[in-house]
């Protein structure tokens, strides 16, 4: 099966799988196949192809900036651009390898409560205790920090399911995050 036929029949079922298990949403990325930074034109492109073939209004992002060393600034695109589209944006962070203050910055610097509830929350990092790129301790400082910052805006993480069912996550669980 090719992948472009393989992608439109994953998107064409994808509301009907989820219909009754919650809000379907996507991980969009934040460069173009070039590698190049996505500009609002290139997140509103992808808005309409997601919403014209799923009616899906959620997107997730990975990273503020680009964990590969682009200077993304990803808010600042994408937000404007999913406020244009009806589109909410739960915007992620990677933490790993020291980048946390360098992930943070994009987001403050968007002035993210300008955007309401197209900010569905943040996630910081993603799947970084499972690959052991950062420990519980450092994730709950990170996830503190976070919460200090922007008071009105869920906080959450995101890893493999393996982390939560052997207990590595219990300590992120009860620390009163928003989002798992």
């Known amino acids: 099966m090719q992948l472009r036929t393989f992608v439109a029949t994953a ?3 994808a509301p ?4 009754a298990a919650g809000q379907l949403g996507f991980a969009v990325g934040n460069t173009n196949a070039d590698g190049s930074c ?4 290139d997140f509103e492109a992808d808005f309409k192809a997601i919403k014209g073939n799923s009616q899906s209004t959620l997107v997730r992002t990975y990273s503020s900036s680009d964990q590969y060393g682009n200077a993304c600034n990803t808010p600042s695109a994408i937000l404007p651009a999913a406020k244009a589209q009806g589109v909410q944006v739960l915007l992620g962070m990677w933490p790993d390898g020291g ?3 360098k992930e943070k910055k994009p987001i403050q610097d968007a002035n993210i ?3 309401g509830s197209t900010v569905f929350g943040i996630t910081v990092g993603s ?3 499972y690959r052991g790129t950062y420990d519980a301790s450092s994730l709950l400082g990170w996830l503190s920090d976070m919460k200090s910052t ?3 805006t869920k906080i959450g993480t995101a890893d493999s399911w393996n982390c939560w ?3 590595s996550m219990d300590s992120i669980i009860t620390s009163g995050i928003d989002l798992v």
């Open 38 to 41: 996505k500009k609002q034109s």
């Open 127 to 129: 799947e970084g205790m």
């Open 99 to 101: 980048a946390y203050n």
């Open 150 to 152: 922007f008071p009105n």
């Open 113 to 115: 409560a300008q955007y």
């Open 16 to 19: 009907i799988a989820v219909s």
């Open 11 to 13: 998107l064409a079922v």
């Open 165 to 167: 069912n052997n207990g």
